[in-house]
């Protein structure tokens, strides 16, 4: 056998066909820098670095000589080193197709069917669905929904992503009408008006490219021969600080390991890697076991059990033990039934794929999922070292890190053995997290019992718990006593009052939710007590069986994907066939997005000498600095310069919000000081290497509450008032008083931050390319910073990748930061913050305080109502002055409350500063509303939408700020989406199943919305366009509005189209520039089509009349040769178009203004089922009737209805903010916030646009739909509020309750009181430190 000695340091791998030979391997250098940078490939994403959003995901294709067989699977580039990739095959979004070769159907179907937004994560979308089918050419739902569990979406919603998947599938995507026979896409069956009216389709099918597995990249013939004669020498890439080596023998493996009994062994790189980016942990070598055969094997004993490798992929052990469950009686498979549990939602599918059995047990993360079963399975641990092979029991002392029962340094783990279970032995796993699927468990736990045989007898009893303490914890102790009782009542009790005395949680323990940890400990054992009496009773009928009530209990939630239909009126059949208004026309760069091609900020090609920044932040909350010292960082290789306030050469921001820290930080996560570095890694390093000396400066003011204590606001208070409220609350029948929290709301825009920033040699000019919803505000901030004209300033914004009010005022600030460094270094600096660093410094919507104080008659109508807002504004004014204004003025939502006074302020506290986020403070004020509308109906004793419907606007009437409308479009959405739903109906069924559930309890809600748009300032509402035809015919526009992802350049292209009467195809549109158009609004307030296609329609009616003399002169003519024509006679082919802006004002000296141009009306009904045990719930369906008047491209409209009904499902159930006592944001990722996946959304979600009606105050009559829906997804939130409700009814608990949001799996669990949470010990709030505080 050859020694380790005999080495090569030449790797060699492929992309996309071509081989790549590396002869400088850098084992720090993973695979999405090595594609972006040193590739060019800059299809492949960017959006977290660790993992979890899947924007980077490729394709790897490997070849196992063994089987002959190739593996195809999807992995996460950002956590792939690139020296792991020897003899294998890369495929990447643009291997796969492109506009300049073909592109590919998958490509070509999530483009065409609308799944683009943004199109940031696009590719790895497209990447995922292609690896699916590269391994299944039909694919079942179910394995749609295992391979897009592990790709966030924040723009689309989902449901047209899986659309495109399913097209593949031969499965039918009709729901059958729950088991009716019929089907929901026969609109004879379900459309209620003339069908000839109502439109179906977003696009058709039939053009779809079918898919043709023989025009697939084929895996490189090299790499076969490569994997059938393996080369036996050790691979060693040497980096800039760590070594790799790649042994290919056990014993070459072992050898190694006696050298460096340090090292790590890689497989997956999912726990090592995470440890060397966000830990700062750097192993100086790095051992990767993953040519060494023995570490694969399978091996099947039928009489003892299964060997797995501990090399195999957590994807391959599903795989195996899928089949083991077929082969096996039930009954010899209950460990292995137990692993596949867990593992259907361990993490998503890349991760479970490159993710290896071996490197997740030796990790021993405190919440592995699959530890604690293979613990109770009494899994044998094969090992080898160079003094021989060794087994150790996978037990509680190994798992606790106990020395004597661990592996030695020079240990490898080779093999795990995993037994069949015996006849009356029962095995179980159990986990809750914040999301179904890809999220680390709160609390999980792995139960075996073995009884005596044919008794109920305890023989042997194994509990252990994950997400308890730092490791897997044993109830050793419980279960010891345990021992030889039976399993009934008895026992049920004692087990959980002994589990709960050992296993104690400390308040201040790190992760919070202490109690509801706490609960989940016993709430899973009696799932498991439940499930294990079913099957005694199954095996032998002496035992009982449980109560019918509590069967539903034991069934997990499914993994559902979303379908359903959407609806919108037709477009008049006689408008021309070219005209494109009305019609649901693709995203203008949906195909680039899906090929790669699209390029964002950070996929521009390197400019000569740029230089990279890394940002220093403040780690206290409030503080002056006492000093920086600059020396170690300067010192570090690749470091150009540190930048402070003190190289501002004009303006540092202003008093409110600097640019550089200056004297003291204000919150932590300011900006102090930039490092430029030659590459983004020397950056990082040298930033952490920056010294901060602070000083503590008091007061601290974090909470809401704090801020009130100390009178810390921002900008005055902000007061409304109608009707006489003092009197008003004499006359009612009932007063209910209260308040409710709403937690904050991160933008998690898919493309972080970006700005590249190129000094010009001249004149002080700076061309800055940004990923901005106002790039003249960048320009603005940069000038001011630089003492520079805006004239030298060119700001540059082509598209971002999601921006959702995040990308308003922050870019700005970033934009200045970078030109700063910019004009110091000379050099061109590319700024693109990390995930984290993006979480922590930006700040996002803002957590609201509401106190009310409600009067009402019995038969629930609201006479009078006293609202307090406040909302957390962080630590400079931002935009928080103007959420407030909007919060109040749109808190009424639908409702006349005749007599009400309403007041607000925004909180200056220490926290970064919160900022503009879809729906501007309406998602805020309008929950407090329906959770006092809510309130109200519990005290009446009526159902809420009897309230809703009786408080509702009926008439023409005056809102709170006296502004007229008609709520005739209210009432109709409300009316149909009642009908739609068919409401009462299944009110009926719902209370029939919780009549029959008692653990499981379901919910429904119908939530009316009154929403309005823009802004209350006419010049906000300006617009400008620029317009020109050459003497080719082809048009360019720019305007001043800017593409996140919301399709407005699609419809300002469909607009220019309708005007010039000229194929949608002769109009382009480059970009956003502050040259082409200049002084221009930020892109926001749902108005940005609106106000930009007035522009484009002016400036292109503008040329249509100067042709008009040409065109009549030659009406047979082209329109290139009109175009010449105009040209020849000296008529400008150029024109602007500028719009003043809707008329809008507010007085608030006054309390009165025609504030919004016009409202946008809607409607949704959600339903809920909540695991009353766990706290968990699954969407079942929502219907969302929207009066969008006439779209004027209605599947951009109704992308922009689900995507932000889905945000809003994150706001309101998922997504939560944490911070420490001390003001530090724990949440800076997708590990630890969550946004609605895949499985999220609700199974079935119909969407229909009202017909029949015009907005004559737009453009075409149309209305801007970018905001509203985010506030139906509160529907799903007071869905959730009826199940507990009904949950509490059966409990007897009678006293209201009101529930803060979001309705997190804590918060449902914690307020379904039962015998369980009554063990709870609860720990008085003074004794201890909270790991985090709420800040609302
Ligand atoms: C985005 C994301 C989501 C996740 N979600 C979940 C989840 O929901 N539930 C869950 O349980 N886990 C989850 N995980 C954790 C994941 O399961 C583990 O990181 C993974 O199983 C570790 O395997 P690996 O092969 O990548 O380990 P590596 O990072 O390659 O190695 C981990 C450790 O194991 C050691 N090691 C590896 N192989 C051997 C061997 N043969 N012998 C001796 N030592 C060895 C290494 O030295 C190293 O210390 C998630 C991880 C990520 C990145
Ligand atoms: S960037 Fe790789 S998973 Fe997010
Ligand atoms: S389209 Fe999916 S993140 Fe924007």
């Not at 729950?178 to 439109?199: R, Y």
């Not at 704090?706 to 029948?733: M, P, R």
């Not at 809920?1168 to 779209?1191: P, Q, W, Y």
Request: contains cysteine; charged residues 20%; glycine residues 8%.
């Amino acid at each position: 056998m050859m020694s380790h000695s005999e080495k090569s340091d030449t790797l060699v791998f492929f992309v996309n066909g071509r081989k790549v030979i590396e002869k400088n391997a850098d084992p720090e250098v993973n695979l999405l820098f090595y594609l972006r940078k040193k590739l060019r490939l800059t299809g492949t994403k960017y959006g977290c670095g660790g993992g979890g959003c899947g924007a980077c995901t490729v394709m790897i294709s490997r070849y196992d000589s063994s089987s002959k067989k190739i593996r195809h699977y999807s992995a996460t580039a950002c956590l792939i080193p690139i020296c792991s990739l020897y003899g294998a095959a890369v495929t990447t979004v643009e291997g796969i197709g492109s506009t300049k070769t073909r592109i590919h159907p998958v490509q070509e179907r999530i483009a065409k069917g609308h799944g683009t937004q943004c199109g940031f994560c696009t590719p790895g979308m497209v990447m995922s669905i292609y690896t699916l089918l590269r391994n299944h050419l039909q694919p079942s739902t179910e394995q749609l929904i295992e391979t897009l569990g592990g790709n966030l979406c924040r723009c689309t919603g989902y449901r047209p992503i899986v659309e495109s998947g399913k097209s593949f599938s031969t499965e039918t995507s009709c729901c059958q009408m729950k088991g009716s026979g019929k089907c929901c896409l026969d609109q004879e069956e379900n459309e209620s008006e003339n069908k000839n009216d109502v439109c179906t389709k977003l696009y058709k099918e039939e053009e779809f490219l079918p898919l043709d597995p023989t025009q697939e990249l084929i895996f490189p013939p090299e790499l076969m021969r490569m994997a059938e004669e393996p080369i036996q020498k050790t691979l060693v890439f040497q980096g800039e600080r760590v070594t790799w080596i790649s042994p290919a023998t056990l014993t070459d493996l072992l050898e190694l390991k006696l050298q460096y009994p340090k090292a790590p062994l890689v497989m997956g790189n999912t726990f090592v890697g995470l440890n060397m980016k966000f830990k700062g942990v750097c192993y100086p070598v790095i051992i990767s076991p993953s040519r060494i055969l023995e570490l694969q094997v399978v091996m099947i004993d039928a009489k003892k059990g299964l060997t797995i490798g501990a090399g195999c992929s957590l994807a391959q052990v599903k795989e195996i033990l899928t089949e083991m469950i077929s082969e096996f009686p039930e009954e010899k498979t209950q460990t292995y039934q137990a692993l596949l549990k867990q593992l259907r939602t361990l993490a998503g599918q890349q991760i479970r794929n490159m993710a290896s059995l071996g490197g997740h047990i030796i990790s021993r993360m405190a919440r592995s999922d699959l530890n604690p079963v293979l613990c109770v399975g009494n899994c044998i641990l094969n090992l080898a070292s160079k003094e021989g092979i060794q087994q150790i029991p996978l037990n509680d002392h190994f798992l606790a890190g106990s020395p004597d029962a661990n592996l030695t340094s020079e240990q490898v783990l080779v093999s795990v053995f995993i037994p069949l279970s015996r006849k009356w032995e029962f095995v179980s796993a159990f986990r809750q997290a914040q999301r179904q699927q890809n999220s680390l468990a709160i609390v999980n736990s792995g139960m075996r019992v073995h009884f005596k045989d044919g008794t109920n007898i305890i023989m042997d009893l194994n509990i252990l718990y994950g997400g308890i303490g730092s490791t897997t914890v044993s109830a050793n102790k419980s279960c010891q006593q345990l021992i030889g009782r039976a399993w009934n009542e008895e026992m049920l009790d004692e087990a959980c009052r002994l589990v709960l005395d050992e296993l104690t949680i400390p308040g201040s323990a790190s992760g919070g939710m202490v109690e509801y940890r706490r609960t989940l400990m016993i709430s899973f054992f009696f799932k498991f007590y439940l499930e294990v009496l079913q099957e005694l009773n199954i095996r032998d009928h002496r035992y009982p069986d449980i109560p019918k009530k509590f069967q539903s209990v034991l069934e997990d939630f499914p993994l559902t994907i979303p379908h359903g239909i959407q609806t919108y009126e037709c477009i008049d059949s006689h408008q021309p066939l070219q005209d494109p208004v009305g019609r649901p026309v693709m995203h203008q760069s949906g195909i680039k997005h899906a090929t790669g091609e699209a390029m964002f900020c950070d996929d521009m090609p390197a400019i000569d000498e740029e230089l990279f920044l890394a940002v220093v932040t403040s780690t206290r909350p409030h503080a002056k600095i006492i000093s920086i010292d600059v020396s170690e960082a300067l010192a570090l290789p690749g470091v150009v310069d540190i930048i402070t306030s003190q190289d501002v050469p004009a303006e540092n921001g202003d008093e409110e919000e600097r640019l550089y820290a200056e004297d003291e930080v204000i919150c932590v996560g300011q900006i102090v000081c930039t490092v430029a570095a030659d590459s983004y890694f020397h950056a990082k390093q040298a930033a952490k290497k920056v010294n901060i000396e602070y000083e503590d400066v008091e007061p601290v003011i974090l909470t809401i509450k704090d801020a009130i204590k100390h009178k810390s606001f921002i900008g005055s208070e902000k007061k409304l008032e109608q009707g006489d409220i003092k009197e008003a609350f004499q006359t009612v029948d009932q007063i209910i008083q209260g308040e409710v929290h709403m937690g904050g709301q991160e933008h998690f825009y898919m493309e972080t931050q970006s700005v590249l920033v190129i000094p010009k040699v001249e004149d002080k000019e700076m061309e800055i390319y940004v990923s901005s919803q106002d790039a003249a505000l960048v320009q603005e901030k940069v000038a001011s910073a630089l003492g520079v004209s805006k004239n030298r300033i060119m700001c540059h914004m082509r598209r971002a990748g999601g921006a959702f009010g995040g990308k308003m005022t922050k870019p700005a600030l970033l934009g200045a930061v970078a030109a700063v460094a910019a004009n110091k270094t000379g050099h061109p600096i590319r700024f693109i913050l990390e995930r984290g660093d993006d979480m922590l410094i930006t700040g996002g919507r803002h957590p609201l305080l509401g106190k009310y104080r409600i009067g009402f008659m019995n038969n629930g109508k609201i006479k009078a109502a006293d609202i307090e807002y406040y909302i957390n504004g962080g630590c400079t004014p931002d935009e928080s002055e103007m959420v407030i204004e909007y919060a109040l003025l749109k808190l009424e939502n639908a409702y006349k409350i005749p007599n009400l006074r309403i007041q607000g302020r925004a909180c200056k506290t220490n926290l970064p500063s919160n900022t503009a986020f879809r729906g501007f403070g309406f998602p805020q004020g309008s929950f407090v509303t329906e959770s006092w509308i809510t309130a109200v109906a519990a005290k009446c004793n009526l159902s809420p939408e009897k309230v809703r419907e009786l408080n509702m606007y009926k008439t023409v009437d005056k809102t709170i700020h006296k502004q007229e409308f008609d709520p005739k479009n209210l009432i109709r959405c409300w009316d149909e989406c009642m009908e739609k739903s068919s409401y009462y109906s299944r009110k009926e069924a719902i209370e029939l199943f919780n009549q029959q559930n008692y653990w499981k309890k379901r919910g429904i809600a119908i939530i009316p919305m009154k929403f309005s748009v823009g802004y209350p300032k006419t010049y906000y509402h300006q617009a400008a366009a620029l317009v020109h035809i050459y003497t080719d015919g082809s048009v360019l526009i720019t305007h001043g509005g800017t593409e996140l992802g919301q399709g407005l350049n699609t419809k300002m292209i469909q607009v220019a189209s309708h005007e010039l009467k000229i194929p949608m195809s002769d109009v382009y549109l480059s970009e956003m520039n502050t040259a082409a158009v200049p002084n221009t609004v930020s892109t926001a307030g749902s108005v940005g089509a609106d106000v930009n296609g007035k522009a484009v329609q002016i400036a292109c009616q503008t040329l249509m009349k100067r042709l008009e003399p040409i065109i009549s002169k030659n009406p047979n003519g082209t329109w290139k040769e009109w175009a010449n024509e105009a040209f020849t006679q000296s008529i400008s082919l150029s024109a602007t178009g500028y719009f003043r802006g809707y008329k809008a004002n507010m007085d608030w000296v006054k309390g009165e203004g025609d504030v919004y141009p016009y409202f946008v009306y809607g409607a949704a009904c959600s339903e809920v089922e909540v695991d009353c045990l766990t706290g968990a719930h699954k969407n079942i369906r929502t219907d969302i009737v929207m009066d969008a008047c006439f779209s004027i491209n209605p599947a951009i409209d109704i992308g922009q209805i689900e995507g932000s009904f889905t945000q809003g499902v994150g706001l309101y159930t998922m997504e939560e903010l944490k911070y420490s006592p001390g003001g530090v944001l724990y949440s800076r990722g997708p590990d630890d916030y969550k946004i609605p996946s895949v499985t999220d959304i609700s199974e079935e979600l119909n969407v229909s646009l009202l017909t029949s009606t015009k907005n004559p105050v737009a453009i075409y009559s149309s209305k801007g739909l970018g905001e509203s829906g985010m506030f139906l997804g509160s529907s799903v939130f007071f869905a959730i509020v009826d199940a507990v409700t009904a949950a509490r009814k059966e409990r007897g608990l009678t006293q209201a309750f009101m529930m803060n949001s979001p309705a997190t799996p804590e918060l449902i669990r914690m307020i379904c009181l039962d015998k369980f949470t009554d063990l709870i010990p609860q720990d008085d709030p003074t004794s201890y430190k909270p790991w985090s505080i709420s800040v609302a």
